[in-house]
């Protein structure tokens, strides 16, 4: 699978990406808004690992971006603070991961993006 993990905090976004690398996917990182929505209007990913809080604007900011662009991915939307309930409406994720989460949470959304029928 390809997959994009979107988030600031170098330490945390290069080992997620050593991991998903690590069980075979092909990983894209970005640090930024600006970043995650040039990175995903130049390739197509399978999984986004989006953070919520980004230095230029939100993880929301680029689901709305993307969406304008048409395209539609699905995608676990990562926050230390849970998303209200209308942001959850609007923007449909995939999956939300709460910080600090166990990395068996994001393996198993990455198991069921690769096998959507499987849930």
Request: aromatic share 4%.
């Given at each position: 699978m390809a997959i994009l993990v979107v988030d600031d905090v170098p330490r945390l976004r290069q080992t997620i990406v050593r991991l998903l690398a690590a069980h075979g996917h092909s990983v894209d990182q970005a640090a930024t808004c600006a970043e995650a929505i040039d990175t995903a209007t130049e390739r197509s990913y399978d999984l986004v690992l989006l953070?919520?809080?980004l230095p230029d604007a939100t993880g929301w900011d680029v689901l709305r971006e993307l969406?304008?662009?048409c395209?539609?991915?699905p995608t676990?939307?990562?926050s230390a603070v849970p998303p209200s309930t209308a942001?959850?409406?609007e923007f449909n994720p995939f999956g939300v991961l709460h910080k600090p989460f166990p990395i068996d949470a994001l393996l198993r959304?990455?198991?069921l993006a690769e096998n959507?029928?499987?849930a």
């Open positions: 953070d919520v809080n969406r304008e662009r395209r539609s991915v676990v939307v990562v942001q959850v409406r959304f990455v198991r959507p029928g499987a």
